[in-house]
């Protein structure tokens, strides 16, 4: 398949550079297998852990200038619910990355080993959720534990460990410095960002739970930016995530250091049709300026 438009990630061929981005379409087998049909090179499923999860109450989500600010508090089946599922989406025949959450690097080990034997391609760590206590993102900020989950996924499992960065923190070069030197084969950037919006009527924060994760076009400055930080702190590939709604958005990624992008928001603003139009503004693009391939265009902001 190898053509302008087809990538590797650590050792994953993709057709082309788009995946779904977690927490989109959830983990149901066909929904997910309706994305890669739609025409995405690859698929991440909504994080799951050990045990199942409730979540939180409602609302969990709620629409805001530019975005989406939701707490859904990673509601999940638990991993080994996810079998018939799973069984499902290979019939797709693109790469299936399952994104994983746990409480201490022992249970991240068992939720990737549990992935790995049915059948994921590559796991995605979700340490980086904004609002979910001794999880997430208390994880994800702290480059020593960061390291010590990478380290123990590693050691379990001999697929690819992709490792989604938080942007709530000082300095994304640190975190994406830390996952690199513990094994991590990829880097996700970015989760969402840690935000709020309070209805002024009542005076009462929107969501059940006062915090959320904000994703769309509010973060694609922020998103483009850390991209740009960890593309040149690593050696290791970036996956660009955050706003990507049409295919210049896709392009700016690339540019920053994306060797791929993740597309979530705009799938649940517009529908699954957003990743063969931005395949082919990509494709049109790179026709236009002369670059031979995807692959020629990552980075290419740094020449500057
Ligand atoms: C949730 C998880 C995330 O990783 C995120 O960025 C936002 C929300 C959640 O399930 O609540």
């Known amino acids: 398949m190898d053509n302008r438009l087809s990538t590797e990630i650590a050792g994953l061929k993709l057709a082309n550079p788009t995946m779904l981005a977690s927490g989109i379409l959830g983990y149901t087998g066909l929904s997910l297998k309706s994305v890669l049909e739609a ?18 109450p409602n609302p969990t989500v709620v629409q805001v200038d530019c975005g989406l600010l939701n707490a859904m508090g990673l509601p999940n089946p638990g991993i080994s619910h996810f ?3 799973m069984k499902q989406l290979k019939t797709a025949g693109a790469p299936t990355i399952v994104s994983i959450y746990g409480y201490t690097p022992e249970e991240f080990a068992k939720v990737a080993k549990t992935a790995a034997e049915m059948g994921a391609d590559a796991m995605e760590l979700n340490v980086s959720c904004p609002h979910i206590k001794k999880a997430g993102a208390e994880i994800g900020c702290d480059p020593r534990l960061l390291a010590e989950v990478v380290e123990a996924v590693k050691k379990a499992v001999d697929k690819p460990v992709i490792v989604k960065l938080t942007p709530n923190v000082a300095n994304i070069r640190e975190t994406a410095e830390a996952a690199e030197k513990a094994g991590a084969d990829a880097i996700t950037a970015i989760n969402t960002v840690k935000a709020m919006s309070i209805e002024v009527e009542t005076g009462r924060p929107l969501l059940a739970n006062k915090f959320g994760g904000l994703s769309g076009p509010a973060i694609k400055p922020i998103a483009v930016r850390c991209v740009y930080d960890v593309y040149r702190s690593v050696d290791v590939p970036v996956i660009g995530c955050g706003g990507i709604t049409g295919w210049q958005d896709a392009i700016e990624f690339m540019l920053a250091g994306a060797s791929a992008v993740q597309i979530g928001t705009a799938v649940a603003f517009k529908d699954v049709s957003v990743f063969s139009s931005i395949t082919e503004g990509i494709d049109s693009y790179l026709q236009r300026k002369g670059f031979k391939n995807v692959k020629e265009l990552v980075g290419h902001a740094h020449k500057f």
Do not use: F, I
């Open 39 to 56: 025409g995405a090179g690859a698929v991440v499923t909504k994080s799951m852990g050990l045990e199942p999860r409730t979540g939180y």
């Open 83 to 85: 079998k018939e599922e």
